[in-house]
């Protein structure tokens, strides 16, 4: 294992050195990306995040750590290959959990993913304006704002009374999780999660124009996943 994570560090500093030196060799080439940060499709992306689910499961890492001249490169332009809307639970950092470097994710994190206009927006800037071509739904088991979604659906609503906020919230939560209404919980809420993160995907295609058309034109790759808090392991749906 030591061995393994110490040869990944050692390939990605030499990934690392001469990219920088090609890029010091050559400074009428566009400096705008590191490498480590872009990918030519959508299915590209993905298979960077799903290599480093299973490395961070391994317990071994392929992040580097930021040089002063790979901050410089990257403070010219952001490139990530991915985007990622996830709960904003302290148990689920998506730059962990996909052992993903800086500059590699642009992040969305609302408590159950709920969605409003601020968030759509930011996906959209993403999609229209970094030119991202992969987005991942990632939701997680025990998420705590699908359980208050839950109870308010079931009449026992949890210190949701006080703030409006908060009911607006999970209120974009609740058409998702209408049909558990008054069912037993699955365990871990798994089965609640799933539907409400997929469901979170036919919401992105009706309400933003720009997500639906890039998505139809087969620019667009949207991926729901579920995190499992007790494991470590993202299961992609
Ligand atoms: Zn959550």
């Known amino acids: 294992m030591k061995s393994s994570t110490f040869q990944n560090i050692l390939l990605l500093n030499i990934f690392l050195g001469s990219s920088l030196l090609s890029w010091a060799e050559t ?3 566009n400096p705008a990306y590191p490498s480590l940060t872009t990918a030519s499709s959508g299915s590209e992306a993905l298979e960077k995040i799903r290599e480093g689910n299973l490395r961070f499961q391994k317990k071994l890492t392929d992040a580097p750590t930021p040089t002063v001249d790979f901050l410089k490169r990257l403070a010219a332009a952001q490139k990530p290959h ?3 809307l996830s709960c904003s639970d302290s148990r689920v950092p998506p730059e962990i959990i996909f052992d993903q470097g800086i500059g590699t994710l642009f992040t969305v994190r609302t408590a159950g993913m709920s969605l409003d206009s601020n968030v759509i927006g930011s996906l959209e800037y993403a999609i229209q304006h970094l ?3 992969h987005v991942v739904i990632l939701g997680h088991t025990s998420c705590g704002a699908v359980k208050a979604t839950l109870d308010l659906l079931d009449g026992h609503p949890t210190n ?3 703030s409006t906020s908060l009911r607006e919230l999970l209120g974009d939560l ?3 999780l209408q049909g ?3 069912q037993p919980r699955s365990q871990q809420l798994r089965e609640e999660s799933t539907t409400n993160t997929q469901g979170i995907v ?3 295609l009706e309400r933003s124009a720009l997500i639906r058309r890039e998505h139809q034109a087969g620019k667009l790759k949207l991926t729901p996943a579920i995190y499992s808090l007790e ?3 993202v299961t992609f749906l």
Do not use: H, N, V, Y
């Open 131 to 133: 030119q991202s071509r």
């Open 27 to 29: 400074p009428t080439a």
């Open 160 to 162: 949701t009374e006080a």
């Open 231 to 233: 494991t470590g392991k």
């Open 82 to 84: 991915t985007i990622i």
């Open 174 to 176: 609740q058409p998702r």
């Open 202 to 204: 036919q919401d992105l």
């Open 180 to 182: 558990f209404k008054g």
